[in-house]
Nanobody, 118 residues
Framework: VQLQASGGGLVQTGGYLRVSCAAS????????MGWYRQAPGKQRELVAA???????TYHDSVKGRFTISRGNAKNTVYLQMNSLKPEDTAVYYC?????????????WGQGTLVTVSS
């Protein structure tokens, strides 16, 4: 499984961006796909995640501003980011995770840079 992220860029405070991530290969129907971010000098943190059935979770700092969704084929995940703030500046990584009787599977995309200017 490979994850390909796209859609990052430079935006002004208050602006919006959508980042996308497509998984190639076979992923489990029970997979959780999500977005993490890592700002300079900080640890990677979970931004948002969603199950294939649509359950979602968000970091407190993005609730009400970001929306995560999966495509109809369930192998893509999107993160719509509105009302962006400078503190949202980070490299955003997509992630796909599942477990089954064969083991634990955890995949990462290459990261896409989001820069919010003040």
């Amino acid at each position: 499984v490979q994850l390909q992220a796209s859609g990052g860029g430079l935006v002004q405070t208050g602006g919006y961006l959508r980042v996308s991530c497509a998984a190639s290969g076979s992923i489990a129907s029970t997979s959780v796909m999500g977005w993490y971010r890592q700002a300079p000098g900080k640890q990677r943190e979970l931004v948002a995640a969603t199950t294939a059935s649509g359950d979602t979770t968000y970091h407190d700092s993005v609730k009400g501003r970001f929306t995560i969704s999966r495509g109809n084929a369930k192998n893509t995940v999107y993160l719509q980011m509105n009302s962006l703030k400078p503190e949202d500046t980070a490299v955003y990584y997509c992630n796909c995770f599942w477990t089954n009787e064969d083991g634990r599977y955890n995949y990462w995309g290459q990261g896409t840079l989001v820069t919010v200017s003040s």
